[in-house]
């Protein structure tokens, strides 16, 4: 057996399962599930109906690397995206089958499992696949904590030189869940230096590029920063996205990776002997979704509505802060953020998530500890619903905080 399974954490889910296990919510109030990461808008039609036509393609073994009229749309969307030449849809784009595996797959790709000090710098709350990553191929995290007290700008220079020194591989989460922050172009500039300096290669997860609430000012992403900072050929520098927030389809399992070639080569024959590829269904289905615009734009209609009519029933009781982007309120709750979510659900049949459950005790503090994840992935009637449960919730928690005299 693989002895490194056993340095797996358990997932969040698994952990609230647990917590709530013991919990009875009122009988009469239907439950609304504010917990996990699942976009319930629903899947749009002709991407449906595109699965459907072009399921001739399940008589074909798929090939790993993808039909070239996918990598195609991939890089025409980047282009038209990012407002950047288009990739080279032959050696700088490939088919993932969602962000996830592929954020999996790159760090055994990228790590070399006979180097025992090797180390992978993750944010802190975080993407869980991004530790267990890095701890079956052979390496530790070391984790960057974020927090609201620093804008939750990742603190690249308060990594010592000895943990640089060991650095092979760099996950940055922009927009980042659970906090909805952007990287800026100072930032990326500092990285890629950190990068050319110490020759980690960074991934940059960006599966929530296309939830934003200002049309104006779409999400900076890692290729067009680099591009803007003269760096064309992407060195060490491999982007995930994924259709599954943009389009509505977690369930069709289609993303890319896109950037430095030379990894990308690497990345396809790893991915070749580990059997990832893409069905040629979900692939024709997915050039039709990269394709189309008008559907992603609704989306975020319906996010910004959500969002503003959760912030005006919740932020008198409970302040929230307003992300830049992503579907989460990452919000600071009274007391303990277990407790919180316990009781919330026990009183109101309303599930978040332990924001402790994303993060890691590091550097002496846990930057997840008392905050709550709120993912807003359901419809705007709930999101309404929801926000009245946890005001009052958060009303009466607050009044039986004030001690009688
Ligand atoms: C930060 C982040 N990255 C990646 C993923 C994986 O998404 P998918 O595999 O559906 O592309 C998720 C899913 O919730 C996520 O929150």
């Known amino acids: 057996m693989n002895p490194r399974l056993g340095l797996l954490k358990p997932y969040p889910f698994e952990r609230l399962r647990t917590l709530l296990a013991g919990a009875t919510p009122p009988a009469g109030l239907a439950p609304v599930n504010l917990h996990i990461g699942e976009p319930q808008h629903p899947t749009p039609d002709f991407l449906k109906a595109a699965v459907g036509a072009n399921a001739g393609g399940l008589a074909r073994y798929p090939l790993t690397k993808g039909l070239p009229e996918l990598r195609q749309a991939v890089a025409q969307w980047l282009a038209r995206r990012h407002g950047i030449p288009a990739p080279d849809a032959e050696t700088q784009v490939l088919p993932v089958q969602g962000s996830r595996e592929a954020l999996f797959a790159i760090a055994q790709t990228l790590l070399d499992p006979g180097e025992h000090d090797a180390l992978v710098v993750c944010p802190n709350p975080f993407y869980q696949i991004y530790e267990g990553a890095a701890l ?37 989460c922009s927009p980042n869940n ?55 050929s992407y060195p060490r520098l491999v982007v995930m996205g994924s259709l599954s927030k943009r389009s509505n389809v977690p369930g069709l399992r289609s993303g890319f990776a896109a950037g430095d070639a030379a990894v990308l080569e690497k990345f396809l024959l790893y991915r070749t002997y580990h059997g990832s590829a893409m069905s040629n269904m979900v692939q024709l289905a997915s050039v039709a979704a990269w394709n189309d615009e008008a559907h992603v734009a609704e989306n975020r209609r319906l996010y910004r509505e959500k969002f503003a009519a959760f912030f005006d029933l919740v932020n008198p009781v409970l302040p929230l802060a307003r992300p830049e982007a992503a579907f989460y309120y990452w919000t600071a709750v009274p007391g303990d953020d277990e407790a919180f979510t316990r009781d919330l659900y026990a009183a109101a049949n309303v599930t978040v998530l332990p924001g402790s459950y994303l993060s890691r005790e590091a550097h002496g503090t846990n930057p997840g500890r008392g905050h709550v994840r709120i993912a807003l992935v359901s419809t705007v009637e709930e999101a309404a619903e929801a926000g009245r449960r946890i005001a009052e919730f958060a009303r009466s928690r607050s009044r039986a905080a004030v001690p009688l005299r």
Do not use: Q
């Not at 052979?138 to 609201?148: D, K, Q, V």
């Not at 990742?154 to 760099?170: K, N, Q, S, Y």
């Not at 659970?178 to 230096?193: C, D, I, Q, S, Y």
């Open 178 to 232: 659970p906090n909805g922050r952007v990287m800026t172009m100072a930032e990326w500039k500092r990285l890629f230096e950190l990068s050319d300096r110490h020759g980690f290669t960074i991934v940059s997860d960006e599966c929530y590029s296309e939830i934003y609430f200002d049309e104006s000012a779409p999400p900076l992403g890692a290729l067009a920063a680099a591009r803007h900072l003269g760096r064309d």
């Open 136 to 172: 079956l191929g052979g390496a530790r995290p070391w984790f960057l904590n974020a927090s609201a007290a620093t804008g939750f700008v990742p603190a690249w220079d308060h990594v010592p030189e000895h943990a640089w020194r060991r650095t092979r591989l760099v996950f940055t």
